[in-house]
């Protein structure tokens, strides 16, 4: 799974990175919302960037994590929604119109996972090695009220593990390489064998993570120490090295 994550990247490098120039000047995500500061421990319920295609146009906007279905009387679930299995998300009552016609980008410069080590849990962040913002495949939702507003919240897409994340975990999120994310944000791609194939684990090699303390346990303990290393986990390639 994927319950924790962190957004060190500024806004510019959000549209450096996704956008096109035409959609920078009309989609400019600070002037939207106010400044967004770096969120070094995001957690479920909080707003996070996304990046989706709307009138042929890539966009982005902050949306909650945690898909809320368009039934559900307020905008709030007791469902666990905060991720999606890639291997059942299609025929998921929950997420399968989502899959085919909502899906987005959660950029993220990490995330962080839980090793299990006797009855304790070890905390470490995985980032990519080589780029700073990973895109996560996400599919995202909006919910109504009775006012016709609109709110949009949103799920990452999980998968098996490859070999490196086997080291702390055995579920991982769907990192999509660069080439495939026009295809993924296309809504005109519907058809399911096409949009599957996209659903797979990213190379090992992408990958390095890193020990972090027990800070991150709380999401209330949002500032950069959360990230700072502690002893390495010499069964783990290191960032850098």
């Known amino acids: 799974m994927c319950g924790r994550a962190y957004e060190t990247y500024t806004d510019e490098e959000l549209h450096a990175r996704y956008l096109n120039e035409k959609a920078k000047r009309g989609n400019p995500l600070a002037g939207q919302h106010g400044a967004r500061k770096p969120n070094f421990n995001l957690a479920p319920t909080q707003d996070s960037p996304i990046v989706r295609v709307v009138d042929g146009e890539r966009q982005l906007d902050l949306f909650r994590w945690q898909y809320v279905p368009p039934w559900e009387p307020e905008f709030k679930t007791k469902l666990?929604?905060?991720?999606?299995?890639?291997?059942?998300?299609?025929?998921?009552r929950l997420y399968k119109s989502a899959i085919i016609k909502h899906r987005c980008?959660?950029?993220?410069?990490?995330?962080?996972?839980?090793?299990?080590?006797?009855?304790?849990?070890?905390?470490?962040?995985?980032?990519?090695?080589?780029?700073?913002?990973?895109?996560?495949?996400?599919?995202?939702?909006?919910?109504?009220?009775?006012?016709?507003?609109?709110?949009?919240?949103?799920?990452?897409?999980?998968t098996a593990a490859n070999p490196f994340m086997e080291k702390i975990h055995d579920r991982m999120p769907v990192i999509l390489a660069p080439k495939d994310e026009e295809a993924w944000l296309d809504p005109e791609l519907q058809d399911v064998a096409k949009i599957k194939k996209l659903l797979k684990p990213c190379?090992?090699?992408?990958?390095?993570?890193?020990?972090?303390?027990?800070?991150?346990?709380?999401?209330?303990?949002?500032?950069?120490?959360?990230?700072?290393?502690v002893e390495d986990d010499p069964r783990l390639p290191r960032a850098g090295g």
């Open 80 to 92: 666990s929604t905060i991720n999606a299995k890639s291997e059942t998300v299609f025929e998921s």
């Open 105 to 158: 980008i959660v950029p993220l410069s990490g995330f962080f996972e839980w090793k299990r080590d006797g009855d304790s849990k070890r905390p470490f962040a995985i980032h990519l090695k080589d780029e700073p913002i990973m895109s996560v495949a996400g599919i995202w939702s909006t919910w109504r009220g009775d006012g016709k507003s609109e709110l949009h919240s949103f799920a990452i897409l999980t």
């Open 203 to 229: 190379p090992e090699k992408w990958l390095v993570a890193h020990e972090v303390s027990t800070l991150v346990n709380s999401p209330r303990n949002n500032r950069a120490e959360v990230l700072d290393r």
